[in-house]
């Protein structure tokens, strides 16, 4: 499932099974669905390495516009697949017959119109061409018998090729679900551990603020009076704080299932002062990112490597940036996000 997950690989299957529903449409000889799904594909979505899957739809495309009689867009779609693939034998073939039929040597004639019923098979240069009511690229004549026979084993490889097609079709839908599904239970885990935490650590002094992935704990006093000398009300705040934080790092009492761990980073801010840097951190923010750390650990099985210590810029304070809150921004905030858990084996 590793594949599965990455959101390049889930746009190229999305992409993919698109075009097999486009192909399953115009089998059906339903043209105007067709072109509707392969007009809604945006090829510049997919990875670079996937040529396949956009030279597929660009084939597609092609044979659909030329049933419909559209044989401008035709030859250009064909065109871009000589671009990429100069090689391509379905654009050559394809580029060969449109050239003929401009110069008169050979005609497109109407297919009869039977709707959605009959699915009509042909060849364009030796390729099966998509059925319907559209438009056929027809020889100028010869054998008919031959032509019979050849139509019959055109059809029977067509046949084939619609059930693996289908088969390829529903294995992408049960990737693209299971894609999906990944997501939707990784969210509902992400919020049922911010909830867990935003529970465990409300206490008198904090605010908590929930975020849509992280958990902010703001202090409602500024923990640091001056420099990084921190006040005893801040120390005692952050050592209980400590102490509940190491259920949470380990993964016991979220409630979310034994694994579903926390990181924590602790953001030191200060206040801007006459002829200091106006923004950009502060060596005074680390320091007391680094010291509000200290006290986190002291009573816990936390380690000091497993905080993460930041500097937050000046004009970033919790509170507004005015004179009257300058002593609340003497301080610390700490984000407590979900840890990921690991790729699936």
């Given at each position: 499932?590793?594949?599965?997950?990455?959101?390049?690989?889930?746009?190229?299957?999305?992409?993919?099974?698109?075009?097999?529903?486009?192909?399953?449409?115009?089998?059906?000889?339903?043209?105007?669905?067709?072109?509707?799904?392969?007009?809604?594909?945006?090829?510049?979505?997919?990875?670079?390495?996937?040529?396949?899957?956009?030279?597929?739809?660009?084939?597609?495309r092609?044979?659909?516009?030329a049933?419909?009689?559209?044989?401008?867009?035709?030859?250009?779609?064909?065109?871009?697949?000589?671009?990429?693939?100069?090689?391509?034998?379905?654009?050559?073939?394809?580029?060969?017959?449109?050239?003929?039929?401009?110069?008169?040597?050979?005609?497109?004639?109407?297919?009869?119109?039977?709707?959605?019923?009959?699915?009509?098979?042909?060849?364009?240069?030796?390729?099966?061409?998509?059925?319907?009511?559209?438009?056929?690229?027809?020889?100028?004549?010869?054998?008919?018998?031959?032509?019979?026979?050849?139509?019959?084993?055109?059809?029977?490889?067509?046949?084939?090729?619609?059930?693996?097609?289908?088969?390829?079709?529903?294995a992408?839908?049960?990737?693209?679900?299971?894609?999906?599904?990944?997501?939707?239970?990784?969210?509902?885990?992400?919020?049922?551990?911010?909830?867990?935490?935003?529970?465990?650590l409300?206490?008198?002094?904090v605010?908590?603020?929930?975020?849509?992935?992280?958990?902010?704990?703001?202090?409602?006093?500024?923990?640091?009076?001056?420099?990084s000398?921190?006040?005893?009300?801040?120390?005692?705040?952050?050592?209980?704080?400590?102490?509940?934080?190491?259920?949470?790092?380990?993964?016991s009492?979220?409630?979310?299932?034994?694994?579903?761990?926390?990181?924590?980073?602790?953001?030191?801010?200060?206040?801007?002062?006459?002829?200091?840097?106006?923004?950009?951190?502060?060596?005074?923010?680390?320091?007391?990112?680094?010291?509000?750390?200290?006290?986190?650990?002291?009573?816990?099985?936390?380690?000091?490597?497993?905080?993460?210590?930041?500097?937050a810029?000046?004009?970033?304070?919790?509170?507004?940036?005015?004179?009257?809150?300058?002593?609340?921004?003497?301080?610390?905030?700490?984000?407590?996000?979900?840890k990921?858990?690991?790729?699936?084996?």
């Amino acid at each position: 499932m590793a594949d599965v997950t990455d959101p390049a690989r889930a746009r190229t299957l999305s992409l993919q099974l698109t075009v097999n529903r486009a192909h399953s449409a115009a089998r059906a000889g339903d043209l105007d669905l067709a072109a509707r799904l392969l007009a809604e594909l945006d090829e510049r979505d997919v990875p670079d390495a996937d040529h396949a899957t956009v030279l597929a739809a660009l084939n597609l495309r092609a044979k659909v516009h030329a049933q419909r009689g559209e044989l401008t867009e035709a030859d250009a779609c064909w065109s871009r697949v000589e671009a990429v693939a100069p090689d391509d034998p379905d654009a050559a073939a394809g580029r060969r017959t449109l050239a003929k039929i401009a110069a008169g040597r050979r005609h497109a004639r109407p297919v009869v119109h039977t709707g959605r019923v009959a699915v009509v098979a042909a060849a364009l240069a030796g390729a099966a061409l998509i059925g319907g009511g559209g438009w056929l690229l027809a020889n100028g004549g010869g054998d008919g018998d031959r032509q019979s026979s050849d139509s019959v084993a055109e059809a029977d490889t067509e046949s084939q090729r619609l059930r693996e097609e289908s088969r390829r079709a529903d294995a992408l839908k049960e990737r693209l679900a299971a894609i999906e599904a990944g997501d939707t239970a990784a969210a509902a885990r992400r919020d049922s551990t911010l909830d867990a935490v935003a529970k465990r650590l409300a206490m008198p002094g904090v605010e908590i603020r929930r975020h849509a992935d992280d958990v902010q704990l703001v202090f409602s006093t500024g923990v640091f009076p001056y420099d990084s000398v921190i006040g005893a009300q801040g120390a005692s705040a952050l050592t209980e704080i400590g102490r509940r934080l190491a259920g949470l790092e380990s993964g016991s009492g979220t409630g979310a299932g034994a694994g579903a761990g926390v990181e924590t980073t602790v953001v030191g801010h200060s206040v801007a002062v006459p002829g200091g840097a106006p923004s950009g951190g502060s060596v005074v923010a680390l320091n007391r990112a680094r010291v509000a750390a200290q006290y986190l650990a002291q009573d816990s099985d936390l380690r000091l490597t497993d905080f993460r210590l930041v500097s937050a810029d000046q004009r970033r304070g919790p509170f507004p940036a005015t004179e009257a809150n300058a002593p609340r921004n003497r301080t610390v905030t700490l984000l407590i996000t979900p840890k990921e858990p690991p790729p699936a084996p």
